[in-house]
């Protein structure tokens, strides 16, 4: 019996974490250099933040969930070279094609889409919008060109598409802004350039190596095991912009809040990159047989929950840091919430972790009933308390969707294949953390400390609980070395 190859999960984590961090920190390096005085401020990145929402619901759409289907049909046909040179041209062109009717979609009804806006700049779709859109369906070809080098482990390739896609389209951002307009417009037509060139590139290579066909039959497949992970794209997108919809009347706060979820969107990228090494050998595991491989399953997420955790807890300083020291405008008050917004990263994790098994098992309807019912509790908190609470408002309307999703996700995982999880290390302590960390902000507000006093204990509580759950494994790594 193969156990887990611990050496080979860590440098794997270290590679994937590290390429997707890059887009992220170039945002970030760019961002002190573009925002300031007689260049970008709080409400302009209040606008780029309501640009991205398209962008995000144009990627959502064009996907399809077919980054979780290569995932999850990549097992079906790794063995089978014409199938999969099937499977593999079908995604592309079933992506051009729905990002084409979008296109035209958002053309028929741009006067109603600029009308959902209150700010001026935003109410004008035609001058933002489909640039927008583009880099959605870009984002969408690039992701599923990543996820499929992720779980073919062609590392150089995983590594040359997030690379170029980050490098590239901050260069035309930079090139926008300042020859073009200093602006969110600016901004907006950069992404749009720099994304398409290097979708341009993965489009001539995909297809020269797999042909362009379109397999109705293996593409119906995909869209059924799609169609509700879909919806529940569509609707967490709901639950990732409801929050700063209902910010868009207050400029500044949304701006503000934009720059913090920004560092946090990096978190979840980075997070994302040590998810893609998990979860390919957590499948392979599954298709072995979940209770044969049960052990090797519990130790690759307990490993997956505690690299998170260390993750946040040695991010939360140096960025509160960088936003103090290298922001000139109101948006370096950002700096206040960091703690609390990253912390909200330990419930998303174990709900990836749980939702592995409802992947796994095709139950993939499960996940529209249990988001539409967050979306639903979301929105309305969201309504209540962001007028009165503002960005704190938002924190809380989030947080507390994360963990509804989180318990939905584990009870029905453990009802259709139950695993004896480790609860301390996968429950337990995460959501210790939070409740402690939420206590420590409820603290500062209340008696006015500085908000590196309560930072510094709520890295100093994840880091002891860290060494209480792992230390036997720590003893181990640190033996070894």
């Known amino acids: 019996m193969r156990s887990v190859n611990v050496k080979e999960h860590l440098k794997l984590s270290f590679i994937y974490a590290a390429v997707a961090a890059v887009p992220p920190v170039i945002q970030v390096l760019i961002q002190p250099i573009i925002e300031g005085r007689n260049r970008l401020s709080a409400p302009d990145f209040?606008?780029?933040?309501?640009?991205?929402?398209?962008?995000?619901?144009?990627f959502t759409i064009s996907l399809f969930s077919m980054g979780n289907a290569i995932s999850r049909f990549f097992y079906d046909v790794d063995d089978d070279p014409k199938r999969y040179n099937s499977l593999v041209s079908s995604v592309y062109s079933s992506i051009l094609l729905r990002g084409f009717l979008i296109l035209i979609l958002a053309f028929v009804f741009r006067n109603y889409i600029g009308n959902l806006f209150s700010q001026e700049g935003l109410q004008n779709f035609n001058t933002y919008g489909f640039a927008a859109i583009i880099t959605g369906i870009n984002r969408s070809i690039n992701i599923s060109a990543a996820t499929l080098?992720?779980?073919?482990?062609?590392?150089?390739?995983?590594?040359?598409?997030?690379?170029?896609?980050?490098?590239?389209?901050?260069?035309?951002?930079?090139?926008?802004?300042?020859?073009?307009?200093?602006?969110?417009?600016?901004?907006?037509?950069?992404?749009?350039?720099?994304?398409?060139?290097?979708?341009?590139?993965?489009?001539?290579?995909?297809?020269?190596?797999?042909?362009?066909?379109?397999?109705?039959?293996?593409?119906?497949?995909?869209?059924?095991f799609a169609w509700p992970l879909f919806q529940y794209g569509v609707l967490s997108w709901g639950l990732t912009f409801a929050d700063k919809y209902f910010l868009e009347k207050?400029?500044?706060?949304?701006?503000?809040?934009?720059?913090?979820?920004?560092?946090?969107?990096?978190?979840?990228?980075?997070?994302?990159?040590?998810?893609?090494?998990?979860?390919?050998?957590?499948?392979?595991?599954?298709?072995?047989?979940?209770?044969?491989?049960?052990?090797?399953?519990k130790s690759m997420s307990n490993m997956l929950m505690a690299q998170s955790q260390a993750l946040i807890a040695l991010a939360i300083i140096p960025v509160m840091l960088y936003l103090t020291f290298f922001y000139e405008?109101?948006?370096?008050?950002?700096?206040?919430?960091?703690?609390?917004?990253?912390?909200?990263?330990?419930p998303r994790t174990q709900y990836v972790i749980f939702s592995f098994v409802v992947y796994y098992e095709k139950k993939t309807q499960f996940f529209l009933y249990l988001n539409l019912?967050?979306?639903?509790?979301?929105?309305?908190?969201?309504?209540?308390?962001?007028?009165?609470?503002?960005?704190?408002g938002a924190v809380i309307a989030i947080m507390v969707s994360d963990i509804l999703q989180l318990l939905g996700t584990y009870f029905y995982a453990q009802r259709i294949a139950p695993i004896r999880w480790n609860l301390w290390k996968l429950m337990y302590s995460p959501l210790i953390c939070v409740s402690a960390i939420v206590l420590f902000e409820i603290i500062k507000e209340f008696f006015r400390l500085n908000q590196y006093i309560t930072a510094s204990a709520s890295v100093m509580v994840l880091l002891v609980s860290l060494v209480m759950l792992y230390r036997r494994e720590i003893a181990n790594l640190i033996n070894r070395i």
């Open 329 to 346: 405008t109101d948006v370096r008050f950002a700096s206040a919430f960091i703690a609390l917004i990253f912390i909200r990263y330990l």
């Open 373 to 392: 019912a967050t979306l639903s509790f979301n929105v309305v908190l969201n309504f209540l308390l962001i007028p009165r609470f503002l960005i704190y």
């Open 46 to 58: 209040a606008q780029i933040g309501m640009a991205e929402m398209v962008t995000s619901l144009a």
């Open 250 to 297: 207050f400029p500044s706060d949304l701006g503000i809040y934009f720059i913090a979820i920004n560092f946090a969107m990096g978190m979840q990228i980075i997070m994302q990159g040590l998810q893609g090494a998990s979860q390919p050998e957590i499948f392979r595991y599954m298709k072995e047989g979940m209770k044969k491989r049960e052990e090797e399953i």
């Open 149 to 224: 080098f992720r779980n073919e482990k062609r590392v150089k390739a995983f590594i040359i598409v997030n690379l170029a896609t980050a490098l590239v389209r901050t260069a035309f951002q930079l090139i926008g802004l300042f020859y073009f307009e200093m602006s969110f417009l600016g901004y907006v037509y950069g992404s749009a350039i720099g994304s398409s060139i290097v979708s341009a590139g993965v489009l001539i290579y995909s297809y020269r190596q797999c042909g362009l066909t379109y397999n109705r039959k293996l593409t119906a497949s995909m869209n059924r």
